[in-house]
């Protein structure tokens, strides 16, 4: 790290936190890495269980309902206790969540895995509800945003990784039978296809055992730590329900989490549906639309790094406002445009997305003191609120072509993303307007 950057870690009496700032951005990786190695498990245990499109879904309704539920007992969790508390309880239901993967292959039963997710994502929502406030609190407040901007940084690393784990340890590995031949299989040789079925089965848990030992080796590293206790001004000790109260009166944070859902959305809504507007409107196969995806999510992390460079000349809300209208613009792009154009603007897309949750989260929590830590909780439960859009926009893409062969119902879709970037926008310029 060059020296002239070390000043975002130094709070006002000089205390360096460089070296815990490395050790909690580590898992911003950790969650980047179960976010986007859980995605393709929808489509894997709907071919091997042979399930239906609803209740193979169940997976991500189960992966982020554990950011719903346990988002705010963690926060009030870390408000009694401390942050590094609130990190090993994360840390110990991620590494058991993911451990629970090995009996509920075994019993070969998809309730078993969804709470196995659930119990995962309950450790994620305790991490990423105490990690952000800390992160904000390790030097002034004034170098925050940015501070947040970095750690943010490795959360897309984390989720190449996964989509890369994903692809290549884990569905290419599954065997090759279809749906019909599976289907098949199930009427006339059942030994076998439950024998396929366990194969299958334990190609998806092995990637998750392996993850779960490395998670539970953070948790013994984090354990031995020492971690400084937020230095956090104007720190203020009351009840959980004095705190919401003044939460709920500030009209920032308020508008913060609301902004928050709709980038939440925003990202679900493009980077799911990315591989069906390449398939009905270009032609390509799943695989190669995947590949665009991955180049998307490329963008998004070189984006982070230069835009966390760019706050150090830029207002944040400034920045994101000029982000969120790009966004728009690009969105625009791939509603309008055909062909190549059309999924290049919809890549493009990401380089505009990957400032916005930490620096909505900095804006959102600034000034708070001890009131972040329940402040986060809000925050955090907008990732799960976020997962409301993309059923709504799959609900248009259903829907038959609406204006002739000139534009079909997936570039029609793209409105909803279209319309939480004026959100975002208007979130950002308001900022900007009240900060004057």
């Known amino acids: 790290m060059a020296s002239s950057q070390t000043h975002l870690f130094r709070d006002a009496g000089g205390k360096n936190y460089l070296t ?15 976010n986007d190695i859980t995605n393709p498990m929808v489509a894997a245990f709907k071919n091997i269980l042979l399930i239906t499109n609803f209740e193979s879904s169940l997976v991500q309704f189960a992966f982020y309902g554990g950011y719903c539920c346990m988002a705010i007992p963690a926060a009030i969790f870390i408000k009694r206790y401390s942050y590094k508390k609130g990190i090993l309880v994360g840390l110990g239901l991620y590494a058991g969540g993911c451990l629970l993967f090995i009996p509920a292959g075994n019993a070969m039963a998809f309730w078993a895995f969804l709470m196995a997710y659930f119990v995962m994502t309950c450790g994620l929502a305790f991490l990423e509800t105490t990690s952000n406030p800390y992160i904000l609190s390790m030097g002034t407040e004034a170098t925050a ?31 090759p039978a279809t749906e019909a031949e599976r289907l098949t299989l199930r009427s006339q040789a059942p030994d076998t296809f439950a024998a396929v079925q366990q194969a299958d089965l334990a190609t998806v848990s092995t990637p998750y055992l392996i993850l779960g030992t490395v998670v539970a080796a953070f948790f013994v590293l984090f354990a031995l730590a020492r971690l400084p206790k937020a230095a956090a001004a104007g720190e203020r000790s009351s ?34 549906f990315i591989i069906q507007y390449a398939e009905h409107e270009l032609g390509l196969s799943k695989a190669a639309a995947q590949g665009y995806n991955m180049a998307a999510m490329g963008i998004f992390v070189t984006s982070r790094f230069i835009c966390t460079f760019l706050l150090k000349y830029i207002k944040p809300s400034v920045l994101l406002t000029a982000l969120a209208v790009g966004g728009g613009a690009f969105t625009l792009g791939a509603i309008a445009l055909h062909g190549m154009a059309g999924l290049y603007s919809l890549v493009a897309v990401s380089a505009c997305m990957s400032l916005m949750f930490p620096t909505i989260y900095g804006i959102a929590l600034k000034g708070l003191g001890d009131d972040a830590k329940l402040a986060s909780a809000g925050l955090i439960v907008a990732i799960g609120g ?28 793209f409105v909803l993303p279209l319309l939480c970037f004026v959100v975002i926008a208007a979130f950002g310029w308001w900022v900007k307007k009240s900060e004057v």
């Open 145 to 175: 945003t940015r501070r947040l901007n970095l750690a943010q940084a490795f959360n897309p690393i984390g989720s190449l990784t996964g989509m890369l784990i994903a692809k290549e340890f884990i569905l290419a590995r599954l065997n």
């Open 386 to 413: 976020g997962c409301l859009m993309p059923p709504l926009q799959g609900l248009l893409i259903d829907k038959a072509t609406w204006f002739g062969s000139a534009l079909s119902s997936v570039r029609v879709s």
């Open 20 to 34: 815990p700032f490395i050790l909690v951005t580590s898992l911003f990786a950790l969650w980047g890495f179960a």
């Open 239 to 272: 009840s959980s329900r004095a705190t919401a109260r003044r939460l709920f009166a500030n009209r920032r944070y308020v508008l913060s989490v609301v902004a928050q859902i709709f980038y939440v959305g925003v990202q679900i809504m493009v980077w799911t």
